[in-house]
Each structure stands twice: as C-alpha cells, then as structure tokens.
C-alpha cells in the first residue's frame, strides 16, 4: 500500500498568489481529512468529507480557504490568495471509518511558505 | 484555548533513562490516541485508549487513561535513540468525531 499521498511537499509562493494542495486518499478508505500543523497552534483540523461529502468545514480559518473531494481517490485544499500567516505543514489523512476512534493514517504533508 | 495541554514540552534524556510525559485536560474524552511523528513525516498512530484507567502496553511504551477519562500519561522505558520524535496527544472531544490535537512533547534521546 502506497500510504496517503500529497503534493507537492514543498511549495514557496509570494503573498496574493493561489496556492493548491492536492491529496491522494488510501485506497478503501471512506474519511479524509484536512490539518493544519504550526508551531503556535499545533495540528489542527481544517475539514474532514466522509464519502467524498464534506462533514464539519468549522476549521477552515476563512473564506480565503476552499477544499473538494470529486472522487474518492482525490482531494485538493485551495487557498486564494494565499497570506504570509498561511505558512504550515498541511497534512492530509484518511481513515476507514467514520468515527475518530478510527486510526487516521497520516501523509507526509506539504510544507507551504508565502513569502 | 488549547483543549490539551501537554507537557513538557521538551524533554532531553540519555539513552536508558525513563521519562514520562502528560496529556491533561479539564473536558472528558469518549476516547484519547498517542502519535508519534518524526521530522518530515506526518503522525504515526501508536495506541488508542477508551476505557477510564486503562493501561496499555507497547514494547516499552506504556499508556495510561485517567480515571476520569480527562488526562493520559505516557511512560518510556529504558529509552533508546529511536524513541526521539514529537509525541502528540489526540481526544475526540466534540464528540462529532473531531479529534482535538495536543501540541506535542517532543522527546530526545542522546546515545
């Protein structure tokens, strides 16, 4: 099993530019879900879609911030336009169940930085 | 607010010392996991814990779940290298299956 996917690991963009994080999801697995990882705020959840329906968007910090799941095998987060407190690692994971008590199974993350 | 506060935040320790870690919070969690990510890479899911005082043993990881269901410890025996990482707490507090994170303890281990 190739794990959860994400690209690109690392993106570097100026201030106002679109910026667009892409996920590839386990195979078989029904949940997937958005987080935001900073050294003040640790991880934290952004959205999280259960058979590609987006569930609970609460996390998503503003408007700036879109996220979709057309197929069960893809899911991107958009920000447009991207700021420089935008700067994080996003991870994206995907678990079989609907439930938290599920084991999440984590990507390796996209380092984005706006300059 | 951080919903879990975990602590210490660092800890520097020699290879063969235990340690111990705390995940705290003033909410009850239906459930609680520990994560260990290691740099550049994303949480690896070590233990999931649902039952109040429930120990759980790994290796030479062992978890605890506060009675009350609202702090969990993590100890460490006999630590070796490979146990340096940041250790995330996680409890599904929402209740909607949100899991609420934990910054982290982040553990070294010298040789």
């Known amino acids: 099993d190739a794990g959860v996917i994400q690209s690109p690991r690392h993106e570097v963009t100026e201030m106002g530019q679109e910026v667009t994080l892409r996920c590839k999801p386990i195979?078989?697995?029904?949940?997937l879900f958005w987080y935001r990882q900073t050294m003040m705020r640790g991880l934290e959840l952004l959205i999280y879609?259960?058979?590609?329906?987006?569930?609970?968007d609460s996390g998503m910090p503003e408007d700036r911030f879109s996220a979709k799941m057309p197929n069960a095998s893809f899911s991107t987060l958009k920000i447009q336009p991207s700021e420089p407190r935008d700067s994080a690692v996003y991870f994206c994971?995907?678990?079989?169940?609907?439930?938290?008590?599920?084991?999440?199974?984590f990507g390796p993350g996209t380092r984005l930085t706006v300059t | 607010t951080q919903l879990l506060e975990q602590s210490p935040q660092f800890l520097s320790i020699q290879e063969g010392e235990n340690l111990t870690v705390y995940c705290n919070s003033s909410?009850?969690?239906?459930?609680l996991q520990w994560y260990r990510q290691e740099p550049g890479e994303g949480p690896v899911l070590l233990v999931t814990?649902?039952?109040?005082?429930e120990v759980k043993k790994l290796k030479r990881l062992t978890f605890q779940f506060g009675d009350a269901r609202k702090d969990s410890s993590l100890h460490i025996t006999a630590a070796q290298p490979g146990d340096t990482g940041l250790y995330l707490c996680a409890g599904d507090y929402y209740g909607n299956n949100r899991l609420a994170f934990g910054k982290g303890n982040q553990v070294v281990v010298i040789p």
């Open positions: 814990v649902v039952t109040g005082g």
């Open positions: 879609f259960n058979n590609n329906v987006p569930i609970d």
């Open positions: 909410s009850v969690f239906s459930s």
């Open positions: 195979s078989g697995h029904n949940s």
């Open positions: 994971a995907s678990s079989k169940g609907h439930a938290s008590s599920y084991e999440q199974y």
